[in-house]
Structures are given as C-alpha cells and as structure tokens.
C-alpha cells in the first residue's frame, strides 16, 4: 500500500496532517465517476470509474448516449491518478493537447458481485448518479475493434444506457453541452489560460476538429481581449470598429 509509510510514521490523533483521503471508496464514501470532454486531436469524452484507488478510464468519441438501443464505441485509455478527477484546464503541448472540461462528475456503484471478475470478463453492469449521468448502465467489451491484421488487444468496450427513469431520446453532450466545475465552455476554459497557446502548432488542424479547434481559439482570444481591463490601442480601435459597425 503506497501510503503505508506515510501513515505509520505519523499518529492523526496529534498530528493535524491529511491521513490520505480513503483511497478505496469502499470504505467511506461511494467511489467517484467523471467524465472529461477533451478537445484534444479529436473530440471524445473520457470516462472515468474510481476502482482500487485509481481512475479506470474509457475513452467514448461519440460522447455517452441516454438512448438505450445506441452503443458507444468506449476504448479503454491507461488509469488515471484519482486527483485527476477534478481537472480541468488546457493541455498545451504533448500527450492529450487541448482543452479538457469537466462535464460530468459523481459517485457509481457496481451492480455486481465480483468487480474484477466482472472487469476481467468485460461485461460491467453499473449506476451512475452524476449531475447528467444516472441510473443504470453497462461496459461491456466487444471483439472486432482491431483493425484487419492488427491483433485484438481487448481495449474495445461498448457503453450502454439500460432502459430506466434516466434513459430516453434526450441528446444530453448537445443538451447539456456545458462543465460542471466552472459552467463554461471550451473558449471560456481557454480563455482563463492563454487562447495564444496555439497560434502556430495546434493540436488538430484539419477536419471538423481542427475547425471546431479553430473557432474556439477565436473566440477564446476575443473573450479574453474583451475582459482586458486595459487594452492595448490597437486592441481598443478594434474592437471600437467592432462595435461601430454591428
Ligand atoms: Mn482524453
């Protein structure tokens, strides 16, 4: 146990010092799921169940669906540590560059009996109690992910909604399209770091999310260049002309 040391070497009854918060959710409080929107070289949504004291993570492109007869492509991503859970912000360069949001957070439970033998055989009945997410869902892996001639490495997973009072036709990425941390987008995130990050190398150029990436950027600049207290002149003449001529 990584925080045996920590602990042995310290009495928390004199000590005002973190015992480490229970890193098995088990034992005091139902485990944290999220779901990070990350607009990175292309749009998915990382979805993210706290087991054994990491993040187990799946990576959906087409985001979650609340229509049980949709099944979401979910590729399993390497886990996350449990801090994770709470990030938001941009990534400016290498692994992940972009912008990640946090759109849904909460705790899950397992409808289960044998967690792993049930993450093991790849088929993960589960509840969700989010502020978008809820009710009853299942991970279930899938054969044919693989490419012809690449080998099957078992990453493949389906997400999908069971029918329950949490399930339906709603579209909830484009209903509720917005972070649960900050209530903003992902030219408001951008703007609260630095929109200049990617004059020259973004990390998607072409295709819908290069454009998409494109008009983010954009508008992340004007937003932050309206909130300027103090603008420079030519900033100031322009967004003058901006004005004159709306
Ligand atoms: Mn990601």
């Given amino acids: 146990m990584p925080l045996d040391e920590y602990r042995r070497k310290r009495d928390f009854t004199k000590s005002p010092e973190p015992e480490g918060a229970a890193r098995h959710g088990r034992h005091s409080r139902a485990p944290y799921f999220c ?10 949504y990382d ?16 985001g979650p669906s609340l229509d049980p007869s949709v099944k979401r492509l979910a590729m399993q991503t390497e886990d996350h540590p449990l ?15 972009g912008i990640v949001m946090l759109w849904d957070r909460g705790t899950w439970a397992p409808r289960v009996d044998d967690l792993p033998a049930a993450l093991a055989k790849g088929d993960l009945k589960f509840t969700l109690d989010g502020y978008k997410l809820k009710g009853s869902w299942a991970l ?9 001639g690449e080998r099957d490495d078992g990453r493949s997973w ?3 909604k069971h029918r329950d009072d949490w399930s339906g036709a709603l ?4 209903f509720a399209p917005l972070s649960v941390k900050s209530e903003g987008n992902f030219e408001n995130i951008l703007a609260a770091d630095v929109p200049a990050v990617w004059v020259t190398n973004r ?3 072409s295709g819908a999310t290069g454009a998409l990436l494109a008009e ?7 937003l932050k260049a309206a909130a300027e207290p103090d603008p420079s002149p030519s900033v100031a003449r322009k967004r003058t002309r901006r004005a004159l001529h709306k």
Avoid: C, M
């Fill in 203 to 205: 990390p998607a150029k």
């Fill in 35 to 44: 779901v990070q929107k990350h607009l990175a070289s292309h749009l998915h």
């Fill in 47 to 62: 979805l993210r169940l706290e087991i054994d004291g990491v993040l187990v993570s799946w990576a959906v492109p087409k």
């Fill in 158 to 160: 389906l997400l999908i």
């Fill in 140 to 148: 279930v892996r899938t054969r044919g992910g693989a490419r012809p």
């Fill in 171 to 174: 579209d909830i990425t484009t």
């Fill in 83 to 97: 801090d994770y859970g709470s990030f938001e912000g941009v990534i400016p360069e290498g692994y992940g560059a």
């Fill in 216 to 222: 983010v950027i954009e508008r992340a600049a004007s």
